[in-house]
């Protein structure tokens, strides 16, 4: 079985401050961990993946990730805000074997806002 | 522009009746995905095809039912509509393996 737990549902930052998106997940196996993004009204764009290669992961428009598998975690950061990083932000874990093969887990999102 | 297309954008429905939304996978990729999001809710796993078999199911009920085509291209049909059916639908393609999934655009049903 495999659960995500994304750990705020909003988050306000400043223009130009850093972001952390948090997020904890359950794995009976070596998860594959992804981060998505959505903006109103647009599907979802990867940004970026964990699939056991390096534990810090770098990802489009200045994001990343570290995986820790002490903590069963993987946060969402980056250095400085801009007002297009408003959005909802979707952290995952993807299924292995049997019929949870390639079966994504969303975790219930996080809403980020930023202030001029 | 991920390549994967969805139809229809929007859709309105009474309860009971009967739909069918259509996902284009992306060129190259034989396995389709599809997603339920609930409004304010991350997205739900319906079911997985790949090469016109279904080989993963979620925990939907079955009138939940899907086909894949010879060209990879995808159906979700949902018969006895019910209120709480009212989502944004999501498909996803992909290769075969561990590559990434891409996502169209959602189809959003409402459900009167």
């Known amino acids: 079985a495999q659960s995500v737990t994304q750990l705020d549902s909003h988050v306000s930052v400043s223009e130009g401050t850093p972001v952390l998106l948090r997020c904890n997940y359950s794995?009976?196996?070596?998860?594959?961990l992804f981060w998505y993004v959505q903006h109103p009204n647009k599907g979802l764009q990867l940004l970026l993946k964990?699939?056991?290669?390096?534990?810090l992961v770098k990802g489009i428009n200045g994001f990343e990730a570290e995986f820790k598998k002490s903590e069963t975690s993987f946060h969402l950061t980056k250095p400085s805000a801009h007002m297009s990083d408003a959005a909802e932000y979707f952290c995952v874990v993807s299924g292995a074997g049997g019929t949870s093969y390639g079966k994504l887990t969303f975790g219930q999102g996080t809403i980020l806002t930023v202030h001029p | 522009e991920t390549g994967v297309t969805q139809s229809p954008t929007h859709l309105i429905k009474t309860r009971g009746q009967q739909v069918t939304l259509r996902c284009s996978s992306q060129s190259g990729h034989n396995t389709v995905s599809w997603y339920q999001q609930a409004l304010g809710q991350g997205p739900q796993f319906i079911f997985q095809?790949?090469?016109?078999?279904?080989?993963g199911r979620g925990n939907f009920p079955p009138r939940f039912s899907g086909l894949q085509f010879p060209n990879y291209s995808s159906e979700l049909n949902v018969n006895a509509l019910e209120l709480d059916d009212s989502a944004l639908y999501l498909c996803?393609?992909?290769?075969?393996?561990?590559?990434?999934?891409?996502f169209g655009p959602g189809t959003r049903l409402t459900v009167l």
């Open positions: 095809y790949y090469r016109e078999e279904e080989n």
């Open positions: 964990y699939t056991s290669a390096a534990t």
């Open positions: 996803a393609s992909k290769t075969s393996g561990w590559n990434e999934q891409f």
């Open positions: 794995s009976s196996y070596s998860p594959s």
